[in-house]
């Protein structure tokens, strides 16, 4: 298994659950918000090993129940049934965070009795989905397999789905639809990825970064030096290569009243929805 990332202690990743997480190195998706970009291309490697972990969680039996396999991916890793059974053997809940891209390992695990929760990420409608998480493959015959497999099983689980600014109201009533009768749905808050963090939310509003590599990843952006503000009115200007991409306004989160539109459209539909980071 590639490890990007190891936390020894969790108090809210598994519900209920005290636990630790691995997260996995490499992704089929490529979200512009993604908060762990460096996890994508598969390259980042911790220099904790897999047997360290096992080790680890020996040692901490009496004070750990789960462990969270999140990502990047972890369906892309050729071993994560082992690494589970192994980590099931030491006496340990899982909770498995997936991008629902991977359908027949999925019901693969769920089959085994290897899962005792599953963490779902709905990206956007099944029509836009490619503008969340900037595929070129459609997955969309993958994601409802993979809602209806988690759906049909007995395990505990949630959809989740992060309110990024491309998301309209529309594509939130086609989300609930398809996950229609869930029991669980949470619409977690976007934030504006850490590479803008040192951008602040005035100069976001006055559009005062640029693209400076030719990629759909946002880290891509960055500041300005020019004291005079770009002219965003030219089409033919590169510079507006970004606001012409994520019309304009992209990079903004939705209001919180927005928030609560999209919520009261998911609880028609599903048996419970929540509005998660606030
Ligand atoms: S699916 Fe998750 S890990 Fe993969 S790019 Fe999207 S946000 Fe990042």
């Known amino acids: 298994m590639k490890i990007g ?7 809210i990743d598994f519900p209920k659950t005290i636990s630790a997480v691995i997260f996995t190195s490499g992704c089929n998706f490529n979200c512009w918000y993604c908060h762990n970009p460096q996890l994508i291309n598969g390259n980042c490697t911790y220099e904790t090993t897999i047997a360290e972990i096992y080790d680890f969680l ?29 980590i099931k053997n030491l006496g340990y809940k899982i909770k498995l965070d997936t991008n629902g891209s991977n359908p027949e390992i999925l019901q693969d695990l769920l089959n085994e009795n290897l899962l005792d929760y599953v963490a779902m990420d709905i990206k956007n409608s099944l029509k836009n989905y490619n503008k969340t998480t900037k595929t070129k493959k ?24 992060t309110f990024a600014p491309e998301i309209t109201l529309n594509d939130i009533n086609a989300m609930a639809l398809l996950i229609k009768e869930a029991k669980l749905f949470y619409l977690q808050k976007y934030e504006i990825p850490s590479s803008l963090a040192n951008i602040s939310q005035e100069q976001i509003e006055q559009k005062q970064f640029v693209q400076t590599q030719s990629t759909n990843n946002i880290s891509a952006f960055t500041l300005l030096n020019s004291q005079t503000p770009p002219d965003f009115t030219n089409p033919k200007s590169a510079k507006i290569n970004l606001y012409s991409k994520y019309n304009q306004t992209a990079l903004l989160p939705h209001s919180r009243t ?20 606030f």
């Open 138 to 161: 459609s997955f969309e015959k993958e994601i409802k397999q993979s809602i209806k497999i988690i759906m049909e099983s007995d395990v505990d689980y949630e959809f989740r789905t």
């Open 58 to 86: 020996k040692s901490r039996k009496n004070f750990l129940e789960g462990v969270v396999i999140s990502g990047g991916e972890p369906t892309l890793q050729p071993n994560l049934k082992e690494v589970i059974i192994n």
């Open 258 to 277: 927005t928030y609560n539109t999209a919520i009261e459209i998911m609880k028609k539909y599903v048996i419970n929805a929540n509005i998660r980071g």
């Open 5 to 11: 990332g190891f936390l020894k202690q969790s108090f």
